[in-house]
């Protein structure tokens, strides 16, 4: 029984950082309809400079190696992370995509596929993070917050998973319950016909690539403090972690703000409980095998025709 309840929490925790990541591809599919691959190295990005801002944090406190920040410090990175991953969403959108609104599909597919290698590429350079793999400060307390049994709940484990629902929350606010929402709906039907109506399409294409953006860039923030290392940003962990973020979107049924929540969940549960029951070196199976059965069987994927209003 403790090893259901440590498996269930493992699985919600990585399951939460593949939705909030899914939901950038989810967005911008549901309204350009193209899959944006630079996407995850939005996610990259929101990594390092979180540990760029934390060092520089940590380093004016004069906290010593391996203590603990103040508590306002997470939440103030995690703020910078998302602001500066969403401008920088706003100007690829602006300068990569926006030019090419009425070309082929697959002209954009490939400038999506350069602008990840520009970002990889420009990422490893010496004066930006360089190409060694660098530790993050610790910023949250990994103290056991309570525990069942012998299943430890820590602090670190509350916090990922908490931000994560909350963000998912607002956005599911933002979508459903605004005005700005219901613009990003009528736009992800008819781009032309809301154009029509008198809805500023581009102002709301940036916006969803701000907010797509800035998501990936908590998922990041998130990743980072959770498994502290962070490779570069080249390094094929994060092409993986993107995939699979992919993934959960295409099995929630990809256009669809909840399918890709509930797709993100469903992957982390699948490949921590397959990692723990069946065979952990097939961890990375499960999850493409997943995708593979859900297009034989539901090729919109799982929530993709359930749900009618999309993004």
């Given at each position: 029984?403790?090893t ?46 979180s540990?760029?801002i934390?060092?520089?944090?940590v ?18 990175v995690?703020s910078?992370?998302?602001l ?5 969403g706003f ?16 002209n ?5 596929i ?15 993070f360089?190409?060694?793999p660098r ?13 069942i ?18 963000l ?9 319950h ?7 709906r009528?736009?992800?039907?008819d ?13 709301v294409?940036?916006?969803?690539f ?7 860039a ?15 940003p080249?390094d ?7 995939l699979k ?7 929630g049924?990809i256009?669809n ?5 509930f ?49």
């Open positions: 029984m403790d259901l309840l440590q498996t269930l929490k493992d699985g919600l925790t990585i399951g939460s950082l593949y939705a909030l990541i899914a939901l950038g591809y989810t967005m911008v599919y549901g309204i350009l309809k193209f899959i944006n691959f630079a996407h995850s190295d939005i996610v990259v990005l929101g990594a390092w400079i540990l760029v934390a060092t520089a944090i380093k004016a406190l004069g906290l010593e190696t391996g203590q603990t920040a103040p508590w306002w410090v997470g939440p103030f995690l910078c992370a998302m500066a991953c969403g401008l920088i100007t690829i959108e602006r300068l990569a995509y926006r030019p090419l609104r009425n070309a082929p599909k697959l954009v597919l490939i400038t999506a350069g602008v990840s290698l520009f970002l990889q590429n420009t990422g490893q350079l010496q004066f930006v360089g190409t060694r530790p993050i400060p610790p910023l949250l307390s990994d103290n056991v917050w309570f525990s049994g012998n299943m430890q709940v820590r602090m670190l484990d509350f916090v990922v998973i908490g931000t994560a629902v909350v998912m929350i607002a956005l599911e606010w933002l979508v459903f605004t005005k700005l929402g219901k613009a990003m009528a736009v992800s039907f781009v032309r016909t809301a154009g029509l109506m008198g809805i500023n399409v581009d102002r294409i940036s916006i969803t701000v907010i797509g953006s800035a998501l990936a908590a998922g990041g923030f998130l990743w980072a403090v959770s498994f502290t290392s962070i490779k570069q080249a094929t962990s994060w092409v993986l972690l993107g973020a992919f993934v959960a979107a295409v099995v049924g256009g703000v909840r399918g890709a929540m797709g993100g969940l469903a992957i982390g549960m699948l490949e921590v409980f397959g990692q723990q029951y069946i065979n952990p070196a097939l961890k990375d199976v499960y999850v493409f095998a997943a995708l593979i059965i859900v297009l034989l069987v539901r090729p919109g994927g799982i929530l993709g025709k359930a749900t009618v209003e999309k993004v």
